[in-house]
Structure formats: structure tokens, C-alpha cells
């Protein structure tokens, strides 16, 4: 299985998934333009023309801002919670929709999607575990708070892409206003880095081959907080080993390849 984020932030999301015996892919969010995802695939010689689904998390702009001209030009269906198409006022697939629920198992060619319900103020928020052979990668971000879901997958995947969007202290002492940073910090809101250590401290194993962290904050947060967090989860887990990427808010990164 080959993953390529191609941009994690409140500025716009999507990763590429591959399959690398049937050439096939889906995007996990579409939060970029449609011009955006092309240039960036090309950097790794990848091309829209193989993507057969775009699977969408949830309503917000930075998840679906670039579905409309995507899905219609490249002739793709677009796989979402109704709720969450209800929920969307702009930024609607035209047509070639269609409607997933939760924990049931989506083909498309030989990729397996599946949905899980997460707590974030969307409408229908969910987070995918995509399925490739024997190899398992979990998307999970704009998470308020874990639950048991997003807990017991963590142990059972080869890869994970999980948010780890503010510092606390960075939030607590910055910028934002009291009602923004209340929000964030909700249940329904965003992961800390705390949040997100704990979880992979407590959950992940030696069978993680790679661990992302992204949705990273602009004002919040910092890839070298993040990087020094994750090096004392290290540290304290001797037994675990996992490639470690911090996802990039401006640049696509590299191909992650996950094998058997
Ligand atoms: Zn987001
Ligand atoms: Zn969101």
C-alpha cells in the first residue's frame, strides 16, 4: 500500500491511497483544488485518472473545498455519510454521489473503505480504515475525543495518519480568542498533542509500520514540538518502532509504502 498525504491542516486535506498490484486509488478528503491534487500527484508520477472514489469525513471546507470540480471532471464517485451531504450548503458533489453508513465496507477495486462515526462538530463526522490485502491504514483527524473505535484499531493497523492539532500551552497563551479556544479544546473540537500521544503511548504496537501526525495547527503548534513529543513517546516504548512523519500544511509528502 503506497499513502501520500497531500496536504493535513485547516487550510485543506487529502491523501492518496494506492494499491500497488492494481494501480488503483482512492482520496481520503478533498480539501484541496482540483489543480492543487494534479500538480502534486504529479511530483511522484501519480495521476487523478487512477483515483476511483473520493471518501469524504465530514462538511468543512478544509475536507471538501475542492469535491465539485474534482469529482466532475475525472467522472468520480463521491462516498459520504447522507448527513454529511445534507450538511454541506456549497462544495456538494454535482452528481455521482453516493451514500455510505457507518461500519459498512466499501469496494472499490481491490481497496476496502470503512467508516467509523468520531466526535467533531460536523454533522456526521467519520473516520476511515481502508483495507488493501492484508494491510490496514487508519485515517483519523478533527477529533474532539477518542473512542473506543479509534482505541482498539490503533493496535490492530500498518500504518495510522492521526491528528495532533494544537499545544496546549501554544493555545492557552495565544491568539485566540476565549470562544475559539474553548472550541477547539471541546469534545466535539481537535486532538492535542497530549491527546495524540496518549492514544499512540496507550494503543499503538509493534505492528505500526508508520505513524503520521497531522492537522497540525498554524498558530498552535509547531512540527518541532510535535517531532519532540513523539520522541518521548518513543522513548518510553522501547518496544515499538514506527517510521515517524509529520504531515506538511504547504507541501505534498513523500510516498509512504507500507508492506507485508
Ligand atoms: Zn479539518
Ligand atoms: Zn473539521
Redesign the pocket.
Known sequence: MNIIVLNSG?NG?AVFVESPRSGAAVLLDCGISRRQIEVRLKVHGRYLQNVKGLFITHE?A??VRGVPVTAKMYRMPTYLTEATYRGMRVNRPHKGHRFIRIGEAVKVEDITVEAFSKSHDAHDPVFFLVTIGELRFLYV??LGEHNQEVARLLGEVDAALIESNYDEHMLETGPYPEHLKERIRAAHGHLSNLQAMELVEKHCNGRLQTLILG?LSENNNTPEIVQREVEGVLARRPDFRPRIVIASRYEVGDVVSITG
Do not use: V
Open positions: 485547516s486535506n468543512h478544509d475536507h483527524t478533527d492537522h
